[in-house]
């Protein structure tokens, strides 16, 4: 069974001004006795509390900056909360920041073996699953060379047959694919679906509302860093569309 909770949490990013660090800023700070000045925050996440269970599949809507993406990189172990509970049961696959875990010297085959390993795969497991991720490429003789020498393309490929290639307990998806041709986009399209479907509890960040409505039982619509409104799709996604429009009327 795959769970998913958050409980109070928070999540703030400090940011640092430029020069502010310095030295010999630092220096005269301790020779006059004055305290450093404390650094601006931002907090991309506040007060949220969240409960997933199997065959949840969970959208997460809102404008540019509301904090979608922070929630689902929190979500996934790359950020910590700040304070709040973060609980996940189950094994995590996450279809963003696809790049990481390659190395750009290695070949295609060996960065297989690279990300399947940071993805908790074992050797065996591996071994098995190799052939069907280097046959999904369709990357042929340039599983050969370093991947230094690749196309973003031919990178997103490779990184997305790997990806795709694990069993997910809760999958985490941010936006849609674009992976070069519209003949490969299709069977990848076909493919994450597979994925979406396999996968206990499934979390989807989107702009697209079609998309949201169609493959998610639950939205959330995140607005500055707080959860607005979280229910059934129609509902939210129908407020969400109602609060755009009248914002751009105001703006008009």
């Known amino acids: ?3 998913v909770s958050l409980r109070d949490v928070h999540l703030t990013f400090t940011l640092r001004k430029r020069g502010s660090t310095s030295i010999k800023d630092s220096v005269l700070r301790a020779l006059s006795g004055r305290p450093a000045p ?3 925050t931002v907090e991309a996440i506040r007060g949220l509390d969240l409960e997933m269970r199997d065959g949840d599949r969970l959208g997460i809507i809102g404008h540019n900056g509301a904090g979608k993406s922070s929630l689902l990189r929190l979500l996934a172990g790359v950020y910590r909360p700040t304070s709040g509970k973060r609980i996940v049961e189950g094994r995590i696959s996450s279809l963003f920041e696809l790049h990481l875990g390659f190395d ?3 070949n295609g085959w060996e960065n297989i073996r690279y ?3 940071l993805l908790k795969e074992t050797p065996a497991s591996l071994d098995n699953k190799i052939a069907e991720i280097a046959e999904f490429t369709e990357l042929g003789d340039a599983l050969d060379r370093p991947i230094r020498y690749y196309s973003a393309g031919m990178l997103v490929r490779l990184a997305f047959a790997i990806s795709t290639a694990i069993e997910p307990e ?14 490969f986009m299709e069977k990848a399209q076909q493919r994450m679906n597979q994925l979406m479907d396999r ?12 998309t949201v409505e169609q493959v998610c039982n639950r939205v959330l619509w995140m607005d ?8 059934e799709p129609s509902t939210v996604v129908e407020s969400y569309r109602n609060f755009m429009k009248a914002k751009a009327m105001k703006a008009a």
């Open 38 to 40: 404390k650094a601006p």
């Open 199 to 210: 996968a206990s509890v499934m979390v989807l960040v989107s702009h697209s509302l079609k």
């Open 224 to 231: 500055h860093g707080q959860a607005k409104l979280i229910g």
């Open 115 to 117: 990300r399947g390993y």
């Open 104 to 106: 750009e010297d290695a």
């Open 1 to 3: 069974m795959a769970r």
């Open 170 to 183: 809760v999958l985490l998806v941010d936006e849609v694919l674009a992976a070069g041709d519209m003949a």
